[in-house]
């Protein structure tokens, strides 16, 4: 399914660029997601937080938005492993994507223990609670239930988590039945949980414009008039076409084009994004990550320095714009001093390249088999377990 005229290697490095970029930009804003731009400033200067705050061991903890993401990754894999690679169908693929949800439920909830359908769930630190949605935590526990999710909810919960879904669609270009399906799938994801429909809008288009990055990003530099360009043919790809769903998405297209005049205006950051919202909920928390990466599209530590310092929720829009930098500039990009201290980065990496090839690929289908058919942390460092 690898698209034929770039090698898995090629692809590598914005996997893990885009996967670890997101949770970069997650760490650097977990710390001041309940503080305003003032308490902000006050607390780290006039240029706000720009460096990790770390714990007593040094360890940069991201939040539960990189743990979803986690799961998410987990979820697709157990489907696309599972299914020998055949093409995906979401219908099919979503049933996976919701275990894995429900097994990250009970790292909130009950005390650690080994799952016996999850290899992430023998990593320690994923058993840790760090600020979890409570819309993600009441709607998981109603699907653990068997009751229908009912609720109207648009917040940023669904959009953050689901950046795998684009991930795997940029290397694997042709693994569903056209493009639209796997973003299709990523607002399916997103819709376990949060049903407003600008909740699923946001996440098709999150993952729409990832894998249009991944693709572009391989063969050439993309500068800032790229990137305006795959945001308007991702538009264009998740456009509804008929219903009522087609009116209700010309407001959230205008939000997402007035982020982009933004980032060529001479407005400055902080202005701009309270213009945009606070990123609390999908929209809004979408159009801040792709104001950030369109006015820093050359530089990873700008991009998510200014996608974390404002009023609302930081973490969110940081993982998020973490997310596109990284599929942009690679991993390489990455300043090391982000790198060294952010928490299970040798699992990040892992969990990218595992997206980043097959089971044609002699080196590595074993350990794919062993994660997601056999559900064993193969390749984890010991310590890291529970």
Not at 291 to 315: L, P, Q, W
Not at 319 to 328: E, F, R, W
Request: aromatic share 10%; proline share 3%.
């Amino acid at each position: 399914m690898r698209n034929p005229v770039f090698s898995y290697d090629e692809f590598r490095v914005y996997c893990r660029g885009s996967l670890v970029g997101g949770a970069v930009g997650d760490a650097l804003g977990y710390t001041v997601e309940f503080m305003s731009l003032s308490e902000i400033r006050k607390r780290f200067g006039g240029k706000g937080i720009t460096r990790y705050v770390t714990d007593n061991r040094g360890i940069a903890r991201f939040s539960d938005d990189t743990q979803m993401t986690l799961f998410t990754l987990e979820g697709l894999m157990n489907s696309v492993v599972g299914h020998n690679y055949e093409v995906i169908e979401p219908e099919t693929t979503l049933p996976y994507i919701e275990k894995a949800y429900l097994n990250w439920l009970k790292t909130q909830t009950v005390s650690p223990a080994k799952q016996s359908d999850s290899w992430l769930s023998h990593i320690r630190t994923l058993w840790s609670r760090r600020a979890p949605g409570m819309t993600c935590m009441s709607a998981l526990a109603s699907v653990a239930k068997g009751y229908e999710v009912c609720n109207n909810s648009k917040g940023c919960g669904g959009v953050m988590r689901v950046a795998p879904i684009g991930i795997f669609n940029g290397v694997h270009y042709n693994c569903a039945n056209g493009f639209n399906k796997m973003a299709r799938l990523g607002g399916m994801a997103a819709e376990i949980t949060h049903k407003h429909i600008a909740s699923t809008f946001a996440s098709e288009l999150f993952v729409s414009i990832l894998r249009f990055c991944m693709l572009l990003s391989v063969d050439m530099p993309v500068g800032r008039h790229d990137f305006s360009d795959i945001v308007s043919m991702a538009l264009e790809e998740v456009r509804p076409r008929k219903g009522n769903a087609k009116y209700s998405f010309n407001p959230f297209q205008g939000l997402i084009i007035e982020a982009l005049e933004l980032a060529e205006s001479n407005t400055d950051d902080v202005s701009a994004i309270r213009k945009l919202g606070e990123g609390w909920v999908a929209d809004e928390a979408l159009a801040i990550a792709l104001f950030s990466v369109m006015r820093y599209t050359d530089d990873f530590e700008k991009c998510i320095v200014c996608a974390v310092n404002h009023d609302g929720d930081s973490d969110s829009t940081g993982a998020v714009a973490g997310n596109i930098i990284g599929a942009i500039l690679g991993y390489s990009a990455i300043p090391q001093y982000y790198l060294d201290s952010l928490e299970i980065k040798e699992v990040l990496v892992s969990a990218a390249d595992d997206i980043c090839t097959d089971l044609d690929m002699p080196a590595d289908a074993q350990r794919l088999r062993d994660r997601y058919l056999n559900h064993l942390p193969v390749g984890v460092a010991p310590e890291l377990l529970i």
